[in-house]
């Protein structure tokens, strides 16, 4: 597949009392026809990663191009071929749905019908309504349906679920999945893991504004170490010693959270017998004991030390 979006070496430092480097020497290529996933913790780099990708911001250094164009010499060109929804979106909420859409459609040369992306993205029975008048779902829906109005090669989209209901996830997760089939390429920064793990075909994690890991969902759960966590919790809120918990079999690596131990392990049929028998051993009392599949929540933790969702 070829590649419609690449950086190079990018970097954004902001200058003032204490100089900030945001983004720090940061390299990625996005494939036609992918959905790629860029996640970090909050203040990782990731939100002035995407917004210099489409061109809202300029990097201090570095090379972008998106479908082989410069943001310095093709600007309206990439323009007329990217859709954009923000992390928030404010339209006029006087406007109705069907207007909001028709405004959005007069800033492109070739735009699609109103009535075609109305019913993609279930607004129909909406078209007369305010803005004002929406739900929170229907809402983020439009603001997605101005992003794909101008028929784009790729939708840039930054955290387009949070704060969502179920509900409003899975109808825009379907729009998106959609959107992809159709041949488009799709660049998503999220707060949840399920999100990435279900849209996502490959996935970088960004910390301290470099990427730190990059791959497949199940490439980067392999590089855990281990397929499968058995978690647990000793009486009395003690851990026990985490070297001992290490040297049982099959496990990769450990650590504690939440008055839990949390051990990566490939064979858990020879670890948790081995675990029982070493909490016998420290004459403590099993409070907790749970197995599950390892998850690319799992590998976040591991990476950077907290979950993606932690403020």
Known sequence: ?????????????????????????????????????????????????????????????????????????????????????????????????????????????????????????QLTEKSNAQVGDLSGGQKQRLAVATALVASPKILFLDEPTTGLDPQSRRQLWEIIRKFQQGGGTVLLTTHYMDEAERLCDRI???????????????????????????????????????????????????RDEDGRVCLSVREPHRTIPALLEQVDRFSAQLEHLTTRQASLEDVFVNLTGRHLREE
């Open 1 to 121: 597949m070829s590649v419609v979006v690449q950086c190079r070496d990018l970097r954004k430092t902001y200058e003032g009392k204490v100089k900030v480097e945001a983004v720090r020497g940061l390299s990625l290529e996005i494939r036609a026809g992918e959905c790629f996933g860029l996640l970090g913790p909050n203040g990782a780099g990731k939100t002035t990663t995407i917004e210099i990708l489409e061109g809202l911001l300029e990097p201090t250094s570095g090379e972008v191009t998106i479908l082989g164009c410069s943001w310095k010499t093709n600007a309206r060109a990439i323009r007329e071929q990217i859709g954009i929804s923000l992390q928030e979106t404010r339209l006029s909420e006087k406007l109705t749905v069907r207007e909001t859409i028709e405004l959005f459609a007069s800033f492109y040369r070739q735009p699609q019908p109103a009535e075609e992306v109305l019913a993609a993205l």
């Open 204 to 254: 970088a994690i960004v910390d301290n504004g470099q990427i730190i890991a990059e791959g497949t969902p199940a490439e980067l759960i392999e590089k855990l170490g281990g397929h499968h966590m058995v978690e647990f919790a000793l009486s009395g809120n003690s851990h026990g010693d985490s070297t001992a918990w290490r040297s049982l079999p099959g496990v990769e690596s450990v």
